[in-house]
């Protein structure tokens, strides 16, 4: 019996590396590590973050928390190019990195959850996905649009107001 129950601890040297790394990697640390990501950092408040693939390259500027020193919670990234605003991504970050939501590219969204570098990147989002991408996105374009009313900026409070309620329609 006692052959049969400490026999197979002579496996553990293999088993227990393989067992560690797939614990690391089921609790979220074998995604994509900060490591791997091109960081970017908003020129204003010089908050740190990862920006999706489809605001393509060039200076990105983050609304909304930047915890520790990166974005965090619900906003927008956008990028401009010169004083003419580019595309915007309006959703949930966390440490930096967007989670889920939208990214407005002027003719069209991509929505869905952060993978392989980009929102809705990877296979077609299911529709669940898809609605709760649009749902945080305009929840992100309220908290915007809060923001520029309490810095009495009345047209940027109004636009973005009304991209919330358009990003909401989406859903339905």
């Known amino acids: 019996m006692a052959k049969r129950v400490f026999g197979g601890i002579r496996q553990s040297p293999v088993i227990v590396p393989i067992a560690l790394v797939m614990i690391l990697y089921l609790n979220g640390t074998g995604g994509a590590a900060p490591a791997d990501l091109h960081w970017s950092q908003d020129p204003g408040s010089q908050c740190k973050f990862f ?3 489809s605001l393509t390259s060039g200076p990105t500027f983050w609304i909304g928390a930047c915890v520790d020193g990166k974005a965090s919670g619900e906003g927008m990234l ?3 190019d010169g004083d003419r605003p580019g595309p ?5 970050m966390k440490d930096g990195v967007p989670q889920i939501g939208v990214v407005d590219l002027g003719d069209g ?3 869905g959850s952060f993978s392989d570098g980009d ?6 989002p299911d529709p669940q996905n898809r609605i709760d991408a649009f749902r945080i996105a305009a929840e992100a374009a309220r908290s915007v649009s809060a923001k520029y009313a309490g810095e009495n900026n009345a047209g940027s409070a109004q636009l973005y107001k009304e991209l919330a309620k358009t990003l909401e329609l989406q859903t339905e």
């Open 51 to 53: 920006a999706p693939a």
């Open 78 to 80: 956008r990028r401009r």
């Open 88 to 92: 915007a991504f309006f959703g949930r």
């Open 109 to 111: 969204y991509r929505a």
């Open 119 to 124: 929102i809705g990147g990877g296979a077609e």
